[in-house]
């Protein structure tokens, strides 16, 4: 699968979400799923590991991906090394997987087409 320029989740934008509100269901997690590239869904988790040629392009897609964060105000745990970035979202007020998890994963993929 490849970045889809097409995916309606790029022009969405997240939107607050407050404890109480339910989770995903897993067929609905699994269908947005499909939307992104190279992400899996493991323990409740959205996850993707970014990989590049050094530090700075590594440290370039943290500091873009902080952007995305900032502009959507959902942020994602970040495990940063040399030349990979390993991705995770979770919304903690739902304790589990919502829609802008999955908006702000099509971001960063579109991130690394520019």
């Given amino acids: 699968m490849s970045y889809d320029k097409t995916n309606a ?3 969405k934008r997240c939107v607050p979400c407050e404890g109480g509100m339910p989770a ?3 067929n609905e997690a699994t269908a947005l799923l499909k939307k992104l590239d190279g992400w899996e ?3 409740g988790v959205l996850r993707k590991t970014f990989r590049f040629k050094d530090y700075y392009q590594t440290m370039a897609f943290v500091n873009a991906s902080a952007w995305v964060s900032h502009r959507e105000d959902h942020h994602p745990d970040l495990i940063v090394s040399y ?3 390993v991705v995770t979202y979770i919304t903690h007020a ?3 997987l919502s829609e802008n ?3 702000c994963a ?3 993929d579109a991130l690394m087409e520019i």
Avoid: M, V, W
């Fill in 106 to 108: 099509a971001k960063l």
């Fill in 94 to 96: 739902i304790k589990g």
């Fill in 41 to 43: 869904i493991n323990q």
């Fill in 83 to 85: 030349n990979q970035c």
């Fill in 24 to 26: 995903l269901k897993t």
């Fill in 9 to 11: 989740l790029l022009i």
């Fill in 101 to 103: 998890d999955f908006i």
